[in-house]
């Protein structure tokens, strides 16, 4: 019997990542392809469908290598037809992606948040891998995050379940978010959040720190240089890490608490503090959690990188051909 591939995708800002990978979730070839936001983004699903066919050519292979795609998109997704609610980044409103993407690509496509299906390469050969209940947490530009009950993805009434940066960790006086409300977690424990913390205390503190130079020099503060200067013991810059795993872990253990996770992984680009992120952030989490639930529960850092998406775009068409022999059609 010949393999056929599943293709995984990720949309983003500045780049759309792809890949063919096999049904075990092996990666057979991966690449990426600007993306292109003019005209309100209208060009993507063209771009994608192009780049498949360019791909499959470098390879020596015919479209009918292909099962299906599945792909992550920024913003709420409207389950029942593939759309985005919204993109801000990409210029997308009720944009009909799912439809598009068959249109041009001739497959069967599923459309998920880009989030979620991090949080479901995770779970499928990543950190999470042989775990059935998670939160995966991304800490990154913003904050972003995916939950997995029974192995099921929780998407909520309107698509909008997972979205932990959005939790109110400051009642009175938090930083605006790009949500629309304030004092949300991404105001705290992203890596903007990170360096927003640092310049408040560096403006209104005297104490002494290495960053401060900087500050004073207009070079760029970044969530790694706080990280940095923070494991050789500057003073400010560990005051600004315990604050954000305070916020963090109280979110963390809340969600916890409700949701009796195995695994909780971190990921994103301000997770590669390791160490220096986890231990305080395990710290404070203990401390507010259920005890039970803190117990059965493990707190580990995400291990595929910018591939986590890809191959959980993949799972969710492998997911849906396994079921196909249930009369579930390949489409939620």
């Known amino acids: 019997m010949v393999e056929k591939w599943l293709v995984g995708g990720d949309i983003g800002g500045t780049t759309i990542k792809m890949a063919f990978i096999n049904q075990n979730g092996e990666i057979i070839s991966k690449w990426e392809i600007p993306t292109n936001i003019n005209d309100g983004g209208k060009y993507i699903p063209v771009d994608i469908a192009k780049s498949i066919e360019q791909t499959l050519s470098k390879l020596g292979q015919e479209k009918q290598k292909l099962i299906g795609m599945g792909i992550g998109a920024p913003g709420p997704v409207n389950l029942r037809n593939g759309s985005i609610d919204v993109a801000v980044n990409?210029?997308?409103?009720?944009?009909?992606?799912r439809d598009l993407l068959e249109i041009e690509t001739s497959l069967p496509v599923i459309v998920d948040n880009d989030a979620n299906i991090a949080a479901i390469g995770e779970m499928w050969k990543g950190a999470g891998e042989g775990t059935k209940d998670l939160l995966c947490v991304t800490l990154g530009t913003g904050v972003g995050g995916g939950i997995i009950a029974n192995g099921q993805i929780v998407h909520g009434i309107n698509g909008a379940g997972g979205e932990i940066g959005?939790?109110?960790?400051?009642?009175?006086?938090?930083?605006p978010c790009n949500c629309g409300k304030t004092g949300c977690i991404e105001t705290?424990?992203?890596?903007?959040?990170?360096?927003?913390?640092?310049i408040e205390e560096l403006s209104s503190t005297p104490t002494p720190s290495k960053l401060r130079?900087?500050?004073?020099?207009h070079q760029t503060l970044s969530s790694e240089l706080v990280f940095k200067l923070a494991n050789e013991g500057d003073e400010l810059a560990n005051k600004v890490i315990r604050?954000?795993?305070?916020?963090?872990?109280?979110?963390?253990?809340?969600?916890?608490?409700g949701l009796n996770p195995e695994k909780i992984i971190i990921g994103g680009g301000v997770s590669k503090a390791g160490d220096a992120l986890l231990v305080p952030l395990k710290e404070q989490f203990t401390r507010f959690a259920f005890p039970r639930v803190s117990q059965g529960l493990e707190l580990a850092i995400a291990t595929l990188g910018n591939d986590a998406g890809i191959i959980g775009g993949a799972w969710l068409v492998k997911r849906r051909l396994l079921n196909r022999y249930e009369n579930i059609p390949l489409h939620l």
């Open 90 to 97: 990409l210029g997308w409103k009720n944009f009909p992606l």
């Open 166 to 175: 959005h939790i109110t960790s400051l009642i009175e006086g938090g930083a």
């Open 188 to 198: 705290i424990a992203s890596a903007t959040g990170i360096v927003r913390l640092m």
């Open 213 to 217: 130079d900087f500050h004073i020099q």
């Open 243 to 257: 604050k954000v795993t305070l916020y963090l872990g109280l979110a963390l253990a809340n969600l916890a608490d």
